[in-house]
Nanobody, 124 residues
Framework: QVQLVESGGGLVQAGGSLRLSCAAS????????MGWFRQAPGKERDFVAA????????YYSDNVKGRFTISRDNAKNTLYLQMNSLKPEDTAVYYC?????????????????WGQGTQVTVSS
């Protein structure tokens, strides 16, 4: 099992930036992919971005592509999400997730471990 702790959320004006962090501990050596998802009130949990090791690659949802960047620091066991040009519609609780095996990176059900979430609020 992998323990995940997100941080870095907050309140920002439209057009601003935030960087989310996700610190991982536990069985991190078995991680096959890590991703960011978000959930707005009354809505489903949506895919934002992911990094996969098998096969290797980075993936983004269409509505954040070009504005958000996912990255990882292996030495620190930390996943990041740099969010630029934020919009009010980006407001949500952002969750970090990981899984050990292969599967579609966009599906929340493909991930086995989740953080507690961090709130991001973008004001207009």
């Amino acid at each position: 099992q992998v323990q995940l702790v997100e941080s870095g959320g907050g309140l920002v004006q439209a057009g601003g930036s935030l960087r989310l962090s996700c610190a991982a501990s536990g069985r991190t050596f078995s991680t096959g992919a890590m991703g960011w998802f978000r959930q707005a009130p009354g809505k489903e949990r949506d895919f934002v971005a992911a990094i996969s090791w098998f096969p290797r690659g980075s993936y983004y949802s269409d509505n954040v592509k070009g504005r958000f960047t996912i990255s990882r620091d292996n030495a620190k066991n930390t996943l990041y999400l740099q969010m630029n040009s934020l919009k009010p519609e980006d407001t949500a609780v952002y969750y970090c997730a990981s899984r050990s095996g292969p599967g579609p990176v966009q599906l929340p059900t493909a991930y086995t471990d989740w953080g507690q979430g961090t709130q991001v609020t973008v004001s207009s």
